[in-house]
Nanobody
Framework: QVRLVESGGGLVQAGGSLRLSCAAS????????MGWYRQAPGKQRELVAT???????NHADSVKGRFTVTSYNDENSVYLQMNSLKPEDTAVYYC??????????????WGQGTQVTVSS
């Protein structure tokens, strides 16, 4: 079994910054990619940013230039540095990892979510 644990959410004023962290643990053979998704009230979950094992990244247009995703493969961890936060960034942020375990093929795993609230 694989577990993702997130931290770093909270309340911040518009223009402020937050850093989200996520660590994967458990029966992990390799991690193909990790990333962040978010879901605002009444909306569908959407991609924020992902990073592949080779280091290539993908950021949603709405966060380009403000958010940066990084990871440390040897720690199976991923981070999201969020700068110049806007009220529309308010959402529950979910960590995602595409993990190959010793007993299972590539599988998507999700964290429990961390709330980010940006006040105007």
């Amino acid at each position: 079994q694989v577990r993702l644990v997130e931290s770093g959410g909270g309340l911040v004023q518009a223009g402020g910054s937050l850093r989200l962290s996520c660590a994967a643990s458990g029966s992990i053979f390799s991690v193909d990619a990790m990333g962040w998704y978010r879901q605002a009230p009444g909306k569908q979950r959407e991609l924020v940013a992902t990073i592949a094992i080779g280091g290539s990244t993908n950021h949603a247009d709405s966060v380009k230039g403000r958010f940066t995703v990084t990871s440390y493969n040897d720690e199976n961890s991923v981070y999201l540095q969020m700068n110049s936060l806007k009220p529309e960034d308010t959402a529950v942020y979910y960590c995602n990892a595409q993990v190959r375990s010793y007993t299972s093929p590539k599988t998507d795993y999700w964290g429990q979510g961390t709330q980010v609230t940006v006040s105007s």
